[in-house]
């Protein structure tokens, strides 16, 4: 079973820009689709962005402020992430789409006012 473990995270003002860090224990391949989530205590994770070998989405909500990217060699996909806005606070974590793994214990992004 693949390990995911997440990095990145951090405190930082608003208007402030953090890259997150997902690195796998193994290959993946770059046949899959990669995403990152987000989830604020006491909600359901939520879907922040994804990539594939068809290119990029993103939820409407980071469009234009995230970039999703992935360095196969180095089995890790990153989230650029700019122009961080207080609802952006919440842990982070990545995962496959389909068929996902384990989930890490993700990292958590705090934006303050």
């Known amino acids: 079973q693949v390990q995911l473990v997440e990095s990145g995270g951090g405190l930082v003002q608003a208007g402030g820009s953090l890259r997150l860090s997902c690195t796998a224990s193994?290959?993946?391949?770059?046949?899959?689709?990669m995403a990152w989530y987000r989830q604020v205590a006491g909600n359901g994770r939520e879907w922040v962005a994804t990539?594939?070998?068809?290119?990029?989405k993103y939820t409407d909500s980071v469009k234009g402020r995230f970039t999703i990217s992935r360095d196969d060699a180095q089995n890790t996909m990153y989230l650029q992430m700019s122009s961080l806005k207080p609802e952006d606070t919440a842990v982070y974590y990545c995962?496959?789409?389909?068929?996902?793994?384990?989930w890490g214990q993700g990292t958590q992004v705090t934006v303050s006012s």
């Open positions: 193994a290959s993946i391949g770059n046949n899959n689709h």
């Open positions: 990539i594939s070998a068809f290119g990029t």
């Open positions: 995962n496959r789409v389909y068929l996902p793994f384990n």
